[in-house]
């Protein structure tokens, strides 16, 4: 899997984590190398998630937003100083959060959005209070929102902008209104935010239109007119947001077409955009460089459309004339990722190629602006993409970060680049002895076979059923059901989730597994329920394990493997689960969130009974994943995630019981189940299945 990481654009603080402070006009690959699995671009500064959940920034760090406990700039990615693991990250301005995998979360930079209460700047992280555990922020360089696991949300920063009818600058989070809170978006002096019944709420300062109808003091929350239910916002120079039926509608100022009605009108209360259809992802553009506001949005069939604002090509239309309806980008394409700032658009398709247009640099080789779609340099496919200002990052599937642009602020490490490279051109080398990645030596201390991945030397064990690369950090459960006798499953992981046995054998179902003993289920009443909910509301995560089916049963006649969701029906039935189905012999991997969004991956590989399977899920910020034997199965992509309800009422492995009884039950054998909080990589889910 490739994750290698590249950013592209002005390049002055080193932006682009090249080693350099020269512009890029192509992907340029950042310094040290490393696998990355997301990045965030700020005003003058970046920063990423590696594969291990550590946290690196790079660029301008005159407020300490780098993270490192100094004010100076870096043009390398440089770690962050506590260490720690991380579900997710986010640069703005002046100011990095990130979220840790325990659902803490810190911010370092300007004090004013840091929420620590310190003053005047925090070079190092600082933790935000003591109001964890958190699963969402939003925020920029005036302000900062949040949202806890429990719902409720906070702000801090610039008094006008923070929903509490004071006014008044904040250094540390006070509550907004009251209710539990689903989704966020925040940027400049406006944020809007979704409530768990569907409602859309918005504040901030006056003169920007809320929604509510009117321009006037949003000193609090007020409620988007219309009386419908919402799930996705973007807040921007007109804010735009998803209805949960999936129509796409726009408010605020309309000098460019921006709000897609067909009009130039101002509205103060949101217009359906024109053209209909069903959508499920929106990014709404800022007007800072000249070019105007412009909206981007993809549709449920993958199509990408943009209106607005196109004097430097935005629309992609061939033209610079502006359009208050959607244009569909590039036609017959099909996308699954769009991202905009005031220079213009880039997106992903599905194939995984990166394209952008309007103003240059692109990232293609030269500085040139383009009126329609060009693709960014470089060989491989693209997981993630971000823009801020004249710089861009993408993440490759290689995990490689590839920056281009200007290189103000050292963001991209180099010299300015129009096309992607890789940076400074070299990988990272092990020592003691020293060795070029891949090498491989003979340890006499350790009497193994080492090779050199890039950060030390790993040993090489020959011997596939007990590999010494299992992968065992960020482990959230892991049963081994390597017990002989008794009614509990012990949690490996040390997290407390013992499972306990219902309706089985203290000691014949304990049998010969995949690896050491496994359960066996006798598909009539057998389960096993777990305590403590698993917290998969915190970000990525991944479940593996091995089963043996002989058969299915219950209502929907399947083997269920892993299942944890609640029955909270007012709110959405919030799920993680993997079973068979005996219907088509394929493996099931479901996620569902307390809004009803279900997202399901179906295996392409026939399941044959008494046989023993290793499976994997993974999840990212817009993808699952199934794989079956060590081979990726099915690919499912998603646009938004909302929260996991607090309330779960089932825990189960073997058994999936829904609001209406049994839904499934096991016939078979369950062995070797782990569940992580990050994304196992191809070969961490190879070397589970070659046990």
């Known amino acids: ?141 005036q302000h900062s929102c949040a949202i806890k696991v429990d719902g409720t ?6 008094g006008y902008a923070l929903g509490d009818g004071v006014n008044v600058m904040t250094t540390v989070p006070i509550e907004v209104d009251s209710g539990v809170w689903t989704y966020l978006d925040a940027s400049g002096y406006l944020s809007c935010a979704i409530k768990d019944n569907g409602s859309l709420w918005c504040w901030g300062t006056g003169g920007t239109p809320l929604g509510d109808g009117g321009i006037g003091d949003g000193s609090v929350p007020v409620e988007v007119v219309g009386g419908a239910t919402w799930k996705a916002v973007a807040v921007g120079e007109s804010s735009c947001a998803i209805r949960t039926d999936g129509t796409l509608w726009c408010w605020g100022f ?120 060009v693709q960014i340099s470089g060989t491989g496919t693209w997981q993630n993409l971000g823009k801020a200002g004249s710089f861009a990052c993408a993440v490759s599937v290689k995990g490689e970060i590839y920056c281009w642009g200007n ?44 090779y050199c991945n890039s950060v030390g030397w790993t040993s090489i064990n020959f011997n596939p059923t007990t590999p010494s690369y299992i992968p065992t950090n960020n482990l959230l459960a892991y049963w081994a059901f390597d017990e002989s006798a ?14 306990t046995l219902n309706n089985m054998d203290p000691m014949t179902d304990w049998v010969a597994g995949k690896v050491g003993n496994a359960l066996d289920f006798d598909g009539s009443n057998d389960y096993v329920s777990f305590i403590n909910d698993i917290p998969f509301a915190y970000g990525y995560f991944s479940i593996a394990g091995w089963f043996y089916v002989r058969g299915t049963g219950g209502v929907d006649d399947e083997f269920p493997v892993f299942m944890q969701r609640d029955f909270d029906t007012g709110n959405g039935q919030s799920t993680v689960g993997i079973v068979v189905r005996n219907s088509n012999k394929k493996v099931h991997a479901q996620i569902r ?60 492995i073997g058994r999936h019981t829904n609001s209406s009884g049994t839904g499934g039950i096991a016939n078979g054998r369950i062995d070797e189940l782990r569940v992580y909080n990050r994304v196992l990589s191809l070969s961490e889910i190879q070397a589970l299945a070659a046990q």
């Open 1 to 141: 899997m490739d994750n290698t990481g590249r950013c592209w654009g002005i390049n002055t603080y080193g932006t682009l984590g090249d080693n350099s402070t020269a512009d890029k006009i192509v992907p340029t690959a950042l310094s040290g190398g490393g696998s990355w699995i997301k990045i965030s671009a700020g005003d003058a500064h970046t920063c990423g998630l590696k594969t291990d959940n550590s946290v690196w920034c790079w660029g301008y760090n005159v407020n300490g937003q780098l993270g490192d406990g100094t004010q100076a700039d870096k043009l390398v990615p440089t770690a962050y100083v506590d260490g720690g693991t991380w579900a997710d990250i986010e640069a703005g301005n002046g100011i990095s959060c990130g979220l840790k995998s325990s659902g803490g979360m810190n911010c370092w930079g300007l004090t004013t959005v840091t929420g620590d209460g310190a003053d005047p700047y925090v070079a190092a992280p600082s933790p935000i209070d003591d109001k964890g555990p958190w699963k969402q922020h939003s925020g920029n360089m």
């Open 153 to 158: 949300l906070w702000c801090w920063g610039e």
């Open 254 to 373: 309309n000098g460019e077409g921006q709000l897609g009605d067909g009009t130039n009108n101002d509205s103060m209360t949101p217009v359906q955009v024109s053209g209909g259809g069903s959508w499920t992802h929106v990014t709404s553009g800022v007007n800072l460089s000249g070019n105007g506001a412009t909206v981007c949005a993809i549709k449920s069939d993958q199509s990408l459309w943009c209106w607005g604002s196109n004097n430097a090509g935005q629309l992609a239309d061939g033209t610079t004339n502006a359009s208050n309806i959607p244009v569909e980008v590039d036609p017959g394409s099909s996308w699954k990722w769009i991202e905009i700032d005031e220079g213009g658009p880039c997106g992903i398709k599905t194939d995984g190629s990166a394209w952008c247009w309007g103003a240059g640099p692109l990232g293609n080789g030269t500085s040139n602006s383009s009126m329609t779609p």
């Open 407 to 450: 290189n103000n602020g050292n963001a991209l490490t180099q010299t300015d680049r129009s096309a992607a490279i890789r940076t400074s051109g070299r990988d990272m080398q092990c020592t003691n002895p020293t060795g070029r990645p891949g090498k491989m030596i003979y340890n006499e201390t350790e009497k193994a076979m080492q």
């Open 486 to 499: 008794g009614t509990t499953a012990a949690d490996s992981s040390g997290n407390g989730h013992v499972g």
């Open 593 to 652: 969130d307390d809004v009803d969004t279900l997202i399901q991956c179906i295996g392409s590989t026939t399941i044959t009974w008494n046989n023993w399977y290793h499976f994997a899920v993974v999840r990212t910020s817009d993808n699952i994943k199934l794989y079956i034997n060590g081979v990726q199965d099915c690919s499912t992509n998603f646009s938004r995630w909302g929260s996991f309800s607090a309330n779960i009422a089932v825990r189960e």
